[in-house]
């Protein structure tokens, strides 16, 4: 399974990713020392999981990130969001 995800931090700025796993994966955005999440890591965190997606492939996973990421309107994104309600982020 693969994930389209949004992110939110507390300044209201959204980041749109993918991954196949979507814990391991928010983990590492509010991870300091972690190097591979340079947009989350410019802007403060935390990141909380605003809304997310699944796919059974990569390939559609990334197809809709980037219809996601090609919206430049704020109000969509959470048209987007609130169409579906906050995602509580699951817990162990």
Known sequence: MFYVYILQNPAGRFYIGHSNDLDRR?????????????????????WTLVYHEEYRTRSEAMK?????????????????????????????
Request: aromatic share 4%.
């Open 26 to 46: 928010i983990s590492q955005h509010n991870d300091p020392h972690y190097t591979g999440t340079r947009t989350t890591k410019r802007f403060p965190g935390p």
């Open 64 to 92: 809709r990130e980037k219809q996601l990421k090609h919206i430049r309107n704020r109000e969509v994104i959470q048209k987007i969001i609130s169409s579906a309600g906050r995602v509580p982020r699951p817990r162990d």
